[in-house]
Nanobody, 124 residues
Framework: QVQLVESGGGLVQTGGSLRLSCVLS????????MAWFRQAPGEQREFVTT????????SYADSMKGRFTISRDNGRSTVYLQMSSLEPDDTAVYYC?????????????????WGQGTQVTVSS
């Protein structure tokens, strides 16, 4: 019954910014560590960033560190991905994910619930 609904994707020029949102329903949001993954055309789904249930701990893939910021608003059951300095290589479908546990993880297999994905396209 846990569901994740993503929004905020779109088309942006190189160097631009976007903020993705993902709302969780059907559970107590603070009980779930959250993460973002992405999948580019022809590639495997890869880890982007994760945040612990209370929001105190985060982790980023090296290529995203310094450009992307994950945050969460437990009062709104929402996790965000703020993306800046976007590059064409960031073009992908971005997925939010939740796991049954407050500790963050970086593996796809550690996540129990997935959003439908939202397309981010960065034009050069």
């Amino acid at each position: 019954q846990v569901q994740l609904v993503e929004s905020g994707g779109g088309l942006v020029q190189t160097g631009g910014s976007l903020r993705l949102s993902c709302v969780l329903s059907g559970g107590t949001f603070s009980n779930y560590a959250m993460a973002w993954f992405r999948q580019a055309p022809g590639e495997q789904r890869e880890f982007v960033t994760t945040i612990s249930g209370g929001g105190s701990f985060t982790s980023y893939a090296d290529s995203m560190k310094g450009r992307f910021t994950i945050s969460r608003d437990n009062g709104r059951s929402t996790v965000y991905l703020q993306m800046s300095s976007l590059e064409p290589d960031d073009t992908a479908v971005y997925y939010c994910a939740a796991r049954d546990g407050r500790n963050y993880r970086t593996r796809k297999s550690d996540y129990n619930y997935w959003g439908q994905g939202t397309q981010v396209t960065v034009s050069s």
